[in-house]
């Protein structure tokens, strides 16, 4: 019984070598990818991020100033200025720019780019920015 | 009994022999596919990390990035709004002012992107960073005027032997930039945006504007 059940291990041991020294490669190899993933991944990701996170601060920063600067003059045009304005403010601070696995990024992305040229074409301010130097790859 | 032991002795040199032979080719057989098996494995489980990690990577990035850069996008609106602003009422005076505030902070975002594209910082990036607020060796200059200090710094550090001169500039030149890069995103007093910003408060008060638009740059972090 004692040596049938030997024999029978040995015999698994052997089919079953194949198998383990790829689950060992395999594992080895997982580890391997991961690293190299997460790196590749990441230096995509931040610098999607950094396009992005970019042109967000760039609308809120120009909406929220502007706002301020309109404050003083509350004639109907200007006040037409200010409620574009606040709505382009409100878009932007719903918009969850920060977060990858947000399914409507890019949806929502496209509609605060709309309503930023029209708050510029109604300030009469052009709304090509170019940044930084020519070679910038944040141009938008 | 001798001819027992020679044919004893003879035939099992043989069989160990011709044995030997053929266990020698198994073992190497075995060897040699269970190798390819483990290669095979380290292929598959490499392509499955990989596959995996990326995503996980790539949010992650993307959250650095988009923080990091947040900020410098800000000042960047700011400083447009204000050009505009300026450009309409007549405040030509200004215009210089808030176009070299404007390329300080393009230059830097320039920088940090730079950071961020770089491969190796990725995986170590609290341990880079540390190492060289521990260094503390770093002048961040916003605007150039501390460069200048730092040339000059290096002409009388490279003074004493000449032909070595131009390579150890270069290494410090480089050992310089590194760290004001990786320092422009975590000290907050000393980086460039830190320095925008005095100079972006200091243009708001010249040209009298709002103390809103005050608050909102005070509470820009960087």
């Known amino acids: 019984m004692a040596a049938a059940t030997v024999r029978r291990d040995m015999f698994e041991e052997i089919v079953m070598a194949e198998e383990r020294f790829h689950g060992e490669g395999y594992q080895e190899g997982y580890a391997e990818g991961s690293h190299v993933g997460v790196v590749e991944g990441r230096r995509y990701g931040s610098l999607l991020g950094a396009k992005i996170g970019s042109e967000i601060g760039f609308y809120l920063g120009f909406a929220l100033t502007w706002q301020c600067l309109l404050q003083k003059c509350t004639d109907e045009k200007n006040n037409k200025k200010i409620r574009a304005l606040d709505s382009l403010i409100r878009m932007i601070r719903k918009f969850p720019y920060e977060d990858p696995t947000y399914d409507k990024l890019q949806e929502d992305l496209e509609k605060i780019r709309g309503k930023f040229k029209q708050v510029c074409s109604m300030l009469n301010v052009q709304s090509d920015f170019r940044i930084g130097t020519e070679s910038s790859s944040l141009t938008f | ?222």
């Open chain 2, 1 to 222: 009994m001798s001819w027992v032991q020679a044919a004893v002795s003879r035939s099992s040199e043989d069989i160990f022999d011709e044995d030997a032979d053929e266990m020698y080719l198994l073992q190497k057989e075995w060897n040699s596919t269970m190798k390819k098996r483990l290669k095979e494995g380290y292929r598959d489980g490499i392509e499955a990390g990989k596959e995996f990690a990326l995503q996980e990577g790539f949010n992650q990035g993307y959250r650095q990035g988009a923080e990091l850069m947040v900020t410098c996008g800000q000042f960047r609106g700011i400083l447009n709004a204000l050009l505009s602003w300026c450009h309409f009422n007549g405040h030509d005076s200004a215009l210089s002012k808030i176009n070299n505030l404007l390329d300080a902070v393009g230059k830097h975002e320039e920088d940090v992107l730079k950071y961020l594209n770089s491969t190796e910082q990725q995986p170590h990036l609290g341990h880079i960073l540390d190492s060289i607020q521990d260094m503390d060796l770093n002048h961040t200059a916003p605007a150039g005027t501390e460069y200048n200090e730092v040339e000059a710094g290096r002409h009388v550090d490279g003074g004493s032997s000449g032909e070595n001169t131009c390579r150890s500039n270069g290494e410090v030149g480089s050992l310089q930039s590194e760290c004001s890069k990786a320092k422009l995103c975590t000290d907050p007093e000393r980086s460039t945006l830190a320095w925008v910003k005095k100079q972006t408060v200091w243009l708001i008060e010249e040209l009298g504007l709002s103390l809103d638009i005050l608050h909102h740059v005070q509470h820009l972090e960087h």
